[in-house]
């Protein structure tokens, strides 16, 4: 009863993406939006709140699909209590030309795979970054996150010699490792108490082609059209990634760099410019200067 029967719609590079975007949503119709990075982070939140409880709205971020992340994904959200992280960490270091909307989505990337590895509610959030003057534009974040029972650790880089796309779970007694750019063994298994190379454990997991990784988004998105818990998860994973880099913002003018704050308006305040209080569900955030 009430499922939008109409297709779903793929919006590609368009001028006005925003506009139409919303208004597709406003609509009632599920969304994939694949070339998001033009959008800020308050304009996803805008999106966001523009759906309907079972309306799919995703963005487009193939790195979540690899089958690295679903597998440790699958066991950090297990009742294994030995998986339980305490802490992510999680590195981008790209070859792209560094951009500002760029490097935004990069970082908003990363935010979804640690959040979404961690899945609890952030608590502080703490960012720092570097200027390259010959640009005028940040090219390098490091931003670290305190949840509940864990932590996460993130770096995004751009115009990097040497491309690095890399994330760690450290557990109670054990850590995985992932490798996203090694095309045969992207995933290592370690106990603490025994880092020798040979008592590591490596999972056989060839990396997939890009088509194959649009693939299994395109089909995430369709199997969230019918299902109400995962067009929730979805919406609210990229919420909590909107609320966070709005607190990066923050954080990072707190600090002189010429980083745009804009003023969100409904769940989220700046405060005196350094802190960022919301009503649930939208995560509580203080930026510490």
Known sequence: PGADRRPPVILGEMPHLFTEALQLVEAGRHVLVAAPQPFSAQQIATLLAARQPRQAVFLWSERRYHPAYRLLTGLAASDEAAWRPRYVRQTYLGRERPSG????WRTMESLAVVLGLCADEPQRLRAAASENPSRGAIDYVSISIEFTDSKGFLE???GEA??????TIAAHDRRACIDELNPSVPIRIADDDDFTPRAARSVLCPAPSARELARLQCLAFLEATASLARSQAEAALWLKASACWQAIEASLAARGLPVEVVEPTGALRVLKGRGLTAPAPMP???VVG
């Open 101 to 104: 909307s760029l490097l935004r």
């Open 156 to 158: 995004v880089g751009l």
């Open 162 to 167: 040497i491309g690095r796309q890399e994330a």
């Open 284 to 286: 509580q955030l203080r």
